[in-house]
């Protein structure tokens, strides 16, 4: 995702700049950057900043959304929203657990909207009928495996928002559950428990759909 900021260069009134030679600041870890871009309003910087999460961002976005213009729309907003709010990074916890936070609630507040303007006939819809793919016995296993691969992503996209997403966060981002609680702000059994409601409606309905053996 190549992505620029030519329309979001801001800066801070009455912040000095700082002219930072750039093999200096392209090394430095992001909390020491943020503190330098914060002191200096320098947009250079930012752009550094820019450059090491642009395409995170917009792939988590895409894996929540499904969609690649609504995703780089969404991960442009994101970066912007970052930017004019890393006064307020307070070094708590890593940028990358900070600005999946901002991510995960842009993204949950997107689909919501969006489901609002769209008539939802989840209870309708069929999955694809993976009995009908031919006789069990002229599946291979590699096969097999696709088929099931591609019915636990269709079924990801069934579940609710929130179980999605936690989901993703947990088994596609491979955060902790510590993590999960500084971007859900929940204390540990709860992210524990929404968890494990997640993991058991996912296999409910993938016990439904599965390939008989």
Same mark, same amino acid.
């Given at each position: 995702?190549?992505?620029?900021?030519?329309?979001?260069?801001?800066?801070?009134?009455? %912040?000095? !700049?700082?002219? *930072?030679?750039?093999? =200096?600041?392209?090394? @430095? &870890? $992001?909390?020491?950057?943020?503190?330098?871009?914060?002191?200096?309003?320098?947009?250079?910087?930012?752009?550094?900043?820019?450059?090491?999460?642009?395409?995170?961002?917009?792939?988590?976005?895409?894996?929540?959304?499904?969609?690649?213009?609504?995703?780089?729309?969404?991960?442009?907003?994101?970066?912007?929203?970052?930017?004019?709010?890393?006064?307020?990074?307070?070094?708590?916890?890593?940028?990358?657990?900070?600005?999946?936070?901002?991510?995960?609630?842009?993204?949950?507040?997107?689909?919501?909207? %969006?489901? !609002?303007?769209? *008539?939802?006939?989840? =209870?309708?819809?069929? @999955? &694809? $009928?993976?009995?009908?793919?031919?006789?069990?016995?002229?599946?291979?296993?590699?096969?097999?495996?696709?088929?099931?691969?591609?019915?636990?992503?269709?079924?990801?996209?069934?579940?609710?928002?929130?179980?999605?997403?936690?989901?993703?966060?947990?088994?596609?981002?491979?955060?902790?559950?510590?993590?999960?609680?500084?971007?859900?702000?929940?204390?540990?059994?709860?992210?524990?428990?929404?968890?494990?409601?997640?993991?058991?409606?996912?296999?409910?309905?993938?016990?439904?759909?599965?390939?008989?053996?």
């Amino acid at each position: 995702m190549n992505v620029t900021l030519q329309s979001t260069r801001i800066t801070e009134t009455g %912040k000095k !700049k700082k002219n *930072v030679p750039a093999n =200096e600041w392209q090394h @430095l &870890p $992001d909390k020491d950057l943020i503190q330098l871009i914060v002191a200096t309003g320098n947009t250079a910087l930012f752009g550094e900043l820019y450059d090491r999460y642009a395409n995170k961002v917009f792939r988590k976005c895409i894996s929540m959304v499904k969609h690649a213009e609504d995703a780089q729309d969404l991960a442009h907003d994101i970066l912007v929203k970052a930017f004019l709010n890393l006064a307020n990074f307070a070094g708590n916890s890593s940028f990358s657990t900070w600005i999946y936070a901002i991510t995960y609630n842009r993204c949950i507040d997107f689909i919501r909207n %969006k489901h !609002k303007l769209l *008539v939802i006939e989840t =209870e309708n819809e069929r @999955l &694809p $009928d993976v009995s009908d793919e031919g006789e069990a016995g002229s599946i291979s296993e590699k096969e097999i495996f696709e088929i099931e691969i591609n019915l636990l992503k269709s079924l990801l996209h069934k579940l609710n928002e929130d179980d999605r997403a936690i989901l993703l966060m947990k088994y596609q981002d491979d955060m902790s559950v510590e993590e999960i609680q500084q971007v859900l702000k929940l204390n540990s059994s709860a992210v524990k428990m929404r968890l494990k409601r997640a993991r058991d409606r996912l296999r409910a309905m993938h016990n439904k759909y599965r390939l008989p053996e």
